[in-house]
Each structure stands twice: as structure tokens, then as C-alpha cells.
């Protein structure tokens, strides 16, 4: 069981928006820390999406956004595109663990 | 820009000590943290350690006791040692470095990583 509860599965058509929830507690995204959504590609290395709740790496399109709000946070995704299609992550720190902590991960599939 | 490439033996017999390097190239180990994450399909992206340019480390306290990260600047590498493996630490193991400053404010993201390797524990 991860610390951040995310959806196994989500999927969307192209063209469409998609969310990705992230559920924390009051010692990670409940206590302030910063939450960071990756993206992760069959076979790749995992890549920062967005950092900061919000903010988006340089060349990261502006259809990603990211969002949080008491315990927990959302991944958007707009204008859903083939490439979409990959594994997407959030995480956080928590206090309690004195660990940086990643949610399970969310498939996302591109009708 | 900078990149990160991990190195070490593939394979290990149980209760043997993986040790891993990350060589990190196109820039400087100074002004960032340095990390260790794991990823297995049972329990997903694992962070193990951290190692700031400066020499301050910091363990899961679930791995504690058997991890040992260390920093070699004048190589501009960084390394793992994981003691008494079992198969459970079967995983492919990134490097990756943190985010950094950005308009004053401090990001512990995981900015950049490498292209991870794949340790398997097996007898």
C-alpha cells in the first residue's frame, strides 16, 4: 500500500481531459509539503511533469497542470493525445516516514 | 545539459552488497542533492537515500541499516552500497538529481534521472 493513493487506471479519448487524483494524509500533502506529479514511459526513466503543485519544467507542454487542495492533489491533462498514454506518479514528503514517498501510479489509456 | 548513468553488476546472489555508481556528466555535482530510487512492479518507486554535494545524507528508515550512499567529487560520481541483498530488492535502481532553486524558492523534486538498471537477486 502506497502512502499516496492513486487510481490504478484512468482513460480518455483524444481530444479529451483526463484528472489524476492523489490522496495523502496530514504528514505529507496534508502538512504543506510540496506535491510533484512524473511521468513514465514503457521502458524510460521516470520524468518531472510538474514540480511544486503547479509549476511545469521547461518543455513540458501547457496541457498538464497540476493542482492541490488540503490532503490531496490533482494531475490534469487537456487536448488528451496518443503519446499521453504512459504511467503518471505523484509525490510528496512525509514527516512521519522522514521519507520521500511516491503514490502507486496511474495508467493512463488513450481510447 | 546534464546526465546521469548508472553503472554496477547486474545480477547478485542473496546476501550479497550491491554496489551501484551514477556518473554524472554535462555539470556539477555542487549545489544539488543526489538520490537513489528503486522501482519493482510489487511495490512501485521506492526513494532510498540522499547525498548533498556537501556530504549530508539522508536514509529511508526503512532501509537504513543496510544502505550506504557516498559522493566522490573529484570524479563527479556518486554511489550506493545496499548490504545483505534478497531477492525483495530486486528492482531496477535509478540515480536522480533534485530540481534545485527556481524564483527563490527550494523544489525537492526529482529533476533529472538516469536511465536506471535492472539488479536482480537471484541464487
Known amino acids: 500500500q502506497s502512502v499516496l493513493t492513486q487510481p490504478p487506471s484512468v482513460s480518455g479519448a483524444p481530444g479529451q481531459r483526463v484528472t489524476i487524483s492523489c490522496t495523502g494524509s496530514s504528514s505529507n500533502i496534508g502538512a504543506g509539503y510540496d506535491v510533484h506529479w512524473y511521468q513514465q514511459l514503457p521502458g524510460s526513466a521516470p520524468k518531472l511533469l510538474i514540480y511544486?503543485?503547479?509549476n511545469r519544467p521547461s518543455g513540458v507542454p501547457d496541457r498538464f497542470s497540476g493542482s492541490k487542495s488540503g490532503t490531496s492533489a490533482s494531475l490534469a491533462i487537456t487536448g488528451l493525445q496518443a503519446e499521453d498514454e504512459a504511467d503518471y506518479y505523484c509525490q510528496s514528503y512525509d514527516s512521519s516516514l522522514t521519507a520521500w514517498v511516491f503514490g502507486g501510479g496511474t495508467k493512463l489509456t488513450v481510447l | 545539459q546534464v546526465q546521469l548513468q548508472e553503472s554496477g553488476p547486474g545480477l547478485l546472489k542473496p546476501s550479497e552488497t550491491l554496489s551501484l555508481t551514477c556518473t554524472v556528466s554535462?555539470?556539477?555535482?555542487?549545489?544539488?542533492?543526489w538520490s537513489w530510487i528503486r522501482q519493482t512492479p510489487g511495490k512501485g518507486l521506492e526513494w532510498i537515500a540522499y547525498i548533498y554535494y556537501l556530504g549530508t545524507t539522508h536514509y529511508n528508515p526503512s532501509l537504513t541499516s543496510r544502505v550506504t550512499i557516498s559522493l566522490d567529487t573529484s570524479k563527479n560520481q556518486f554511489s550506493l552500497k545496499l548490504t545483505s541483498v534478497t531477492a525483495a530488492d530486486t528492482a531496477v535502481y535509478f540515480c536522480?538529481?533534485?530540481?534545485?532553486?527556481?524564483?527563490?524558492?527550494?523544489?525537492?523534486?526529482?529533476?533529472?534521472w538516469g536511465q536506471g538498471t535492472v539488479v536482480t537477486v537471484s541464487s
Open positions: 554535462g555539470g556539477s555535482i555542487s549545489g544539488y542533492y
Open positions: 536522480a538529481r533534485d530540481f534545485g532553486m527556481s524564483g527563490g524558492t527550494y523544489y525537492d523534486a526529482f529533476h533529472i
Open positions: 511544486g503543485q503547479t
